[in-house]
């Protein structure tokens, strides 16, 4: 057989119930998501800033950087709003390599998807339990969010994920905001037409249901930039290509018009210390035009207890990316108080 079953896999309401969400967190998490949904309506003028591991590997060093994070929160928390990043699927562009915690829970282990929904929800409860951090995670395979979606702030769907219809139908049924990268090659139009998918109800087969969405008006753009024909980066992260965007915006019928800017991927070339000064020049375009002051709600940014990465080994150093290359924590800190400053 080319295909063979290792496990069936718990229904996500017994999942849950196995490892509820207490009513106290909850009540911080509809907090934090009113406000979230407020930035993103223009009710609140806070700016976003999207930060951890390009993938969250392991519970305990993710569990310590969030709380490092969350006491830099606490201290711009009149002009920032933090969400972590805690990303347990990776896409993979070839299908090699670490494909996250929903994978592997242990990363040097033989993947376990059984156990992997387990480990996902767990870590992000526990990020909630000893923060109250409420965080972001992307949508790689839209049957799964079911397992996290009453943890869950913030979702994102990635450049390879952006053109597919389930995603984005799915998509239509979130009450969070949910992000649309542009695809690799950076067609802006594919991104807006995913959008606008988002936006719009649907009827459709969700895990062996038909069901029916209303359409969610936090749907919005995320800028990563983009590769050409030959390979090479195109970064989408310039002021004339936030004016771009608002231009292709102004001329669709969309509501709460908004961007993300992710300042790694094809952005930075994967230069990791490249994203401090993206930042700033996307601070400095914001700053300089009103019209992009509105548009533009915050920044995505990869980041560790360490810096750099490292490839899976015996040896493993806690809190150092195994994936994409991430800022370590001091030039962290250091950006988040800069942003806060711009702001």
């Known amino acids: ?65 969030v709380s ?18 805690v990303y347990t699927n990776k896409p993979r562009t070839t299908g090699d390599g670490y494909k996250g915690m929903l994978h592997q829970p242990q990363p040097d282990k033989a993947p376990d998807l059984l156990a992997g929904i387990i480990a996902i929800r767990k870590l992000h409860l526990r990020v909630m339990k000893e923060t109250g951090l409420s965080a972001a995670d992307e949508m790689l395979y839209p049957e799964n969010r079911s397992y996290l979606d009453d943890v869950l702030s913030y979702e994102a769907i990635g450049a390879r994920s952006v053109e597919n219809q389930q995603h984005r139908l799915t998509a239509s049924g979130m009450d969070i905001p949910v992000g649309m990268k542009n695809p690799t090659s950076g067609d802006l139009e594919v991104m807006l037409n995913s959008v606008t998918a988002a936006q719009h109800p649907h009827h459709f087969i969700y895990r062996g249901f038909d069901v029916e969405t209303s359409g969610n008006p936090l749907a919005h753009t995320i800028l990563r930039g983009g590769v050409d024909k030959y390979g090479q980066n195109i970064p989408n992260y310039h002021y004339e290509d936030l004016i771009r965007l608002s231009r292709l915006y102004s001329a669709r019928s969309l509501k709460n018009p908004a961007v993300i800017v992710d300042v790694n991927h094809s952005n930075s070339g994967k230069q990791y210390k490249e994203q401090i000064r993206i930042v700033s020049e996307v601070m400095h375009s914001r700053n300089y035009n009103p019209e992009l002051k509105t548009l533009v709600k915050g920044v995505m940014i990869e980041s560790y207890l360490y810096e750099g990465r490292q490839d899976i080994c015996d040896n493993l150093i806690p809190g150092k990316s195994i994936t994409d290359a991430c800022l ?7 950006l988040i108080m800069k942003i806060a400053e711009m702001c």
């Open 1 to 65: 057989m080319s295909m063979k079953t290792n496990h069936q896999l718990p229904l996500p309401e017994l999942l849950k119930a196995e490892y509820p969400l207490p009513d106290g967190i909850r009540r911080e998490k509809e907090l934090r998501d009113r406000e979230i949904r407020d930035i993103f309506t223009g009710k609140s003028n806070k700016f976003v800033v999207l930060v951890g591991p390009c993938s969250a590997d392991s519970e305990d060093p993710v569990c310590e950087y």
């Open 68 to 85: 490092r994070l969350k006491t830099v929160s606490d201290k711009v928390s009149e002009k920032l709003m933090i969400i972590p990043r």
């Open 328 to 334: 370590g924590w001091e030039d962290t800190e250091r």
